[in-house]
């Protein structure tokens, strides 16, 4: 009995234990606790040894002490989230003179990039991502959205345009979003993300960024073969993608410690530059810019996918606005009643045509549509194409979500012809003079002022207005009298307009 009292005894100390220390460590109790607070052992706190260190957002899911101090400004936050193994190379201590040695250079680029940084640590903190890579885009564009490399590539991550198209970013006559600020930066980090998933290594994931992941991984394929090691330093590559690295280093090295390269960043408060402001009617972005009181400059500088003057809500129905001026251009939005928002539309040319005949239609002047449609010289609209015209004061209908994602405008040369004189031959008529000119047969009846069925006599004179390279071929002297429809005059070339079918004479 009192073996069965002492084991009671010791259950009964084992259960108040648990009820009083909320059981195993890192266990929550979802039962209630009616113990009186008075009756309750007194908590010993754990004090860590040594200074509390700050917490990256790589390793937050390691359970590790987080600072309790908020960072001072954008910089510190950056740094407290490098997660990448750092590069030990002469090229980094090439590329950090470099940089350190221009210092009017590093002020441009850190002030243009002051506008963007916040967004893209924002994003890649919540994917866990190492934030050396908001430092990227110093490399790839010195943060200039509107940047283009001769390759073609474009915006401050620089897309090449099938990679843009291959993560969903539209590029066509109204915008390219290679060069929006919110869809770049994710395309962007899914990429990268991709290519870490893909190599293990970030190092070789932004060689595959610079160089293509086929590249990289023939390179690495190569040097398996012949027994080499497979890291960065180790691969053979271009030298742009060699140098790629190590000037990102270089980059996050000065941002880590400015005062050793005698470097002055400039102030970036953490603190969101922008904020999104829907729209639902499209809307001129010279207007946008005057509703939220800033300046056209400066709001394309926070929306440069668009080209145009207008903005399509079908397309586009978010814009960017300084985080400030956000609450005035909704403000100012509603207080607008002047009509429409609007004062460009869409046209979707229903035939080829020239410049001349679409300006004609549209009631512009052929520079002014031109300019505004990019369109450049000595060339034609083919048939379908998005062109931006002005909008009727009685139109009130937006464009469609089908044109402001598609519209595209395609060209073709212009036809540049001559008047040109050709000698009939034995049996020759209309038709025949056509399909041996590749011309209609419509045209050779308009040109000689005779009917479609009408026959010439042999050696007669017909008025052809043909292809300048056609028109110009010097014809052998033996044949000139003999052969049937060929070229015996020319006068001055002239470009000349109108569809294929149909060449008008000015």
Not at 131 to 142: C, G, K, N, Q, R
Not at 144 to 167: I, L, R
Not at 423 to 434: D, I, P
Request: aromatic share 8%; charged share 20%; hydrophobic share 40%.
């Amino acid at each position: 009995m009192k073996f069965l009292h002492i084991v009671s005894l010791v259950g009964m100390l084992w259960l108040t234990g648990c009820a009083t220390t909320g059981g195993a460590p890192g266990v929550a109790s979802n039962a209630p606790d009616d113990t009186p607070t008075s009756s309750r052992p007194a908590h010993t706190p754990i004090i860590p040894k040594g200074p509390l260190q700050p917490i990256t957002a790589a390793n937050a899911s390691s359970q590790e002490v987080a600072s309790l101090s908020t960072p001072a400004d954008l910089w510190d936050r950056i740094r407290r989230g490098f997660a990448m193994p750092d590069l030990q190379h002469e090229l980094v201590q090439d590329r950090e003179q470099w940089y350190a040695s221009r210092p009017d250079y590093m002020q441009r680029m850190t002030e243009r990039s002051s506008k963007y940084l916040f967004h893209i640590v924002e994003e890649l903190e919540r994917r866990g991502m190492p934030t050396e890579l908001a430092l990227l885009p110093y490399i790839e564009s010195a943060f200039n959205p509107q940047a283009v490399s001769s390759a073609k590539a474009a915006g401050m991550w620089q897309f090449m345009p099938a990679t843009g198209s291959y993560f969903d970013l539209k590029q066509n006559a109204f915008r390219d979003d290679r060069r929006d600020v919110l869809a770049s930066t994710r395309a962007a980090l899914d990429y990268l993300q991709k290519l870490y998933g893909m190599f293990g290594d970030w190092h070789l994931a932004l060689a595959a960024y610079n160089w293509g992941e086929g590249s990289v991984g023939r390179a690495i394929t190569r040097n398996q073969k012949q027994g080499l090691g497979t890291s960065y330093t180790d691969l053979n590559m271009p030298a742009e993608t060699r140098m790629y690295v190590p000037k990102l280093q270089a980059v996050k090295n000065i941002v880590a410690n400015p005062e050793a390269f005698k470097t002055e960043l400039p102030v970036i408060e953490n603190h969101p530059y922008f904020q999104t402001v829907d729209i639902t009617h499209d809307i001129d972005v010279a207007l946008a810019a005057s509703l939220a009181g800033i300046r056209e400059a400066d709001f394309r500088a926070l929306n440069p996918s668009f080209h145009k003057p207008v903005i399509l809500a079908a397309g586009t129905p978010q814009i960017l606005l300084p985080w400030d001026n956000a609450k005035v251009f909704q403000r100012n939005l509603e207080a607008h009643n002047e009509g429409q928002y609007a004062s460009w539309t869409v046209w979707s040319v229903p035939t080829t045509m020239t410049v001349a005949e679409a300006a004609r239609r549209t009631d512009m002047s052929e520079s002014d549509l031109r300019s505004v449609n990019n369109i450049p010289p000595r060339m034609m609209i083919k048939a379908g194409s998005a062109l931006i015209v002005p909008r009727s004061a009685t139109t009130r209908q937006d464009v469609s979500s089908h044109l402001a994602d598609n519209g595209q405008v395609a060209l073709a040369p212009e036809i540049v012809t001559r008047r040109t004189s050709v000698r009939a031959g034995k049996g020759e008529t209309v038709a025949t003079l056509a399909r041996r000119y590749k011309v209609s047969a419509a045209n050779v009846a308009d040109w000689n002022d005779v009917k479609l069925n009408a026959a010439f006599k042999a050696g007669q004179q017909v008025v052809m207005y043909l292809p300048v390279r056609q028109a110009s071929a010097p014809a052998p002297r033996a044949q000139a009298r003999s052969a049937p429809g060929k070229v015996v005059s020319a006068s001055t070339p002239k470009r000349r307009g109108g569809t294929p079918s149909k060449v008008r004479r000015r």
